[in-house]
């Protein structure tokens, strides 16, 4: 919740919403933190390290760095997961995952969530669509109908009934 009260107050100072600390918080998770004072003690820990230690950590060469990163990505790509969803999920999921990844690698995070947001918004809006009925009829009493409490509509109204889903927003 804090991560998504983060992302919607960055925006009144000028910043982008994005992932934020997800790094952080796997590793945390991993090293057993299931509570909220598990992820605020590895902040100020973190916090503390950073103020006290950040002359040391300028002598850390690049390329370990680097490794240390490749390291910590590997861990949180779930590669296993992403195979196993490109064969059980449908195409357009799949499709979805892998433009998304794609876009990911090539231009980068924010241009690849609006993207994969409009994908899924399209192929939702598509569901919903196939999901509805809409159907018209005659909206008129005849002698053998067993409703007759109904006015009689004149010609050029049409009745229609919508069945499903349904979105005027």
């Not at 997800?22 to 390290?49: D, E, F, M, Q, Y």
């Not at 390291?71 to 449908?90: D, E």
């Not at 919903?128 to 009829?137: F, N, Q």
């Amino acid at each position: 919740m804090a991560q998504g009260t983060g992302n919607i107050a960055s925006v009144l100072f000028g910043g982008i919403p994005a992932t934020g600390a997800i790094a952080r918080t796997a590793a945390n998770v991993k090293n057993g933190g299931r509570t909220p004072i598990a992820g605020i003690t590895h902040s100020l820990v973190l916090l503390l390290v950073l103020a006290f230690l950040m002359p040391y950590a300028a002598l850390i060469p690049m390329p370990t760095i680097a490794a240390i990163l490749v390291q910590v990505a590997y861990n949180m790509s779930g590669w296993r997961n992403f195979g196993h969803l490109c064969k059980t999920a449908s195409k357009g999921a799949v499709a979805t995952l892998l433009i998304t990844f794609g876009l990911t690698v090539a231009v980068g995070l924010v241009a690849a969530i609006a993207v994969g947001m409009t994908i899924t918004i399209v192929l939702f809006l598509k569901m919903l669509s196939e999901e509805t009925e809409v159907r018209g009829w005659q909206y008129y009493c005849d002698q053998n109908s067993e409703v007759t409490h109904l006015r009689e509509l004149p010609k050029s109204v049409r009745v229609y009934e919508i069945n499903g889903p349904c979105s005027l927003a």
